[in-house]
């Protein structure tokens, strides 16, 4: 019930949302490395490149509270050891909220690590991960998280890879307060991101490419000192994942998940996180 007045006072208030697959830089600004960026195509195209002196990244112009952002992604080709490509929701301050997509590169012919994780106020250890089943250095692939107040959805494609559900805030933490901004880099990340660190960055495999395209965000605007989260109703509002996508959940997580927080006791002495022994 709370909820339904929610979405009402939502639609009443503001009945605007923001939907776009976008020219890029009438709706991204360059945040570092921007000797590194290349946009192409009139804004249609981006690439963000890695060498020894620095990354390169972007991030949004305008903060949302809840939406359903995408990007079609391809992915640093050949040996990738040590990069780390980004696609993430962050909000400002030390007590942060941020939910991530990070592709973890490689050796030559070793698949990429999709690297997840969900932060509410600056906590988070939320960690999953999971190959591909394909190669996301070939093609464009399309990666999206959904966010809304029931649940955070990762897709692969359109197929939901992980779900993190809203079990209320005396249960687990469930970023639902603050606005977040689109940002995406790609940097060195070679002390963990490559079997623990083991695999060090090949320098003279540089630059580093990876390459984006039709960004995408169907979002409620924030909007500052309105007191209120303009926004209107949308499928992706109200979405949970039904059976056939629950049924397509479990099986990329059989098959394709590599790590898992909930399953990893050692790692929390004290007991699992609330998330992982609840009873939905």
């Known amino acids: 019930m709370k909820f339904m007045v929610f979405l009402f006072l939502l639609v009443l208030v503001f009945p605007l949302v923001a939907a776009f697959a976008t020219n890029f830089s009438q709706e991204y600004d360059l945040t570092w490395g921007t000797d590194r960026v290349r946009v192409i195509n009139n804004g249609e195209l981006l690439t963000l490149s890695l ?3 620095s990354g390169s990244g972007f991030q949004s112009k305008k903060e949302w509270l809840f939406g359903k952002m995408s990007v079609q992604l391809k ?3 050949g040996n990738s050891a040590g990069t780390v490509t980004s696609y993430y929701l962050a909000s400002q301050g ?3 909220d941020e939910i991530d997509f990070e592709f973890l590169g490689n050796l030559s012919g070793d698949p990429y690590t999709v690297h997840t994780n969900v932060i509410t106020g600056g906590k988070g250890e939320r960690e999953q991960q999971f190959h591909l089943w394909f190669d996301p250095t070939t093609d464009f692939h399309t990666y999206s998280i ?4 029931q649940v955070i959805i ?3 494609d359109g197929t939901p890879i992980r779900q993190f559900k809203n079990l209320g805030s005396t249960r687990a933490p469930f970023p639902n307060s603050q606005a977040m901004r689109i940002h995406s880099s790609i940097w060195n990340g070679d002390d963990w991101a490559t079997r623990g660190g083991l695999i ?3 320098w003279s495999k540089a630059p580093f490419t ?6 995408s965000a169907q979002a409620c605007i924030w909007s500052y000192g309105s007191g209120a989260y303009p926004c209107s109703s949308s499928s992706w509002l109200a979405k949970e994942l039904d059976g056939p996508s629950l049924e397509r959940l479990m099986w990329v997580q059989k098959h394709y998940m590599i790590y898992n927080y909930c399953m990893d006791p050692k790692r929390f002495p004290q007991g699992l996180p609330l998330e992982c022994v609840a009873k939905t």
């Open 51 to 53: 060498d020894k002196d």
């Open 75 to 77: 992915l640093v080709p």
């Open 94 to 96: 030390s007590t942060w």
């Open 146 to 149: 959904l966010w809304n107040p």
């Open 154 to 156: 990762f897709y692969v």
């Open 200 to 202: 060090k960055t090949d």
């Open 210 to 215: 990876a390459s984006y395209r039709n960004m």
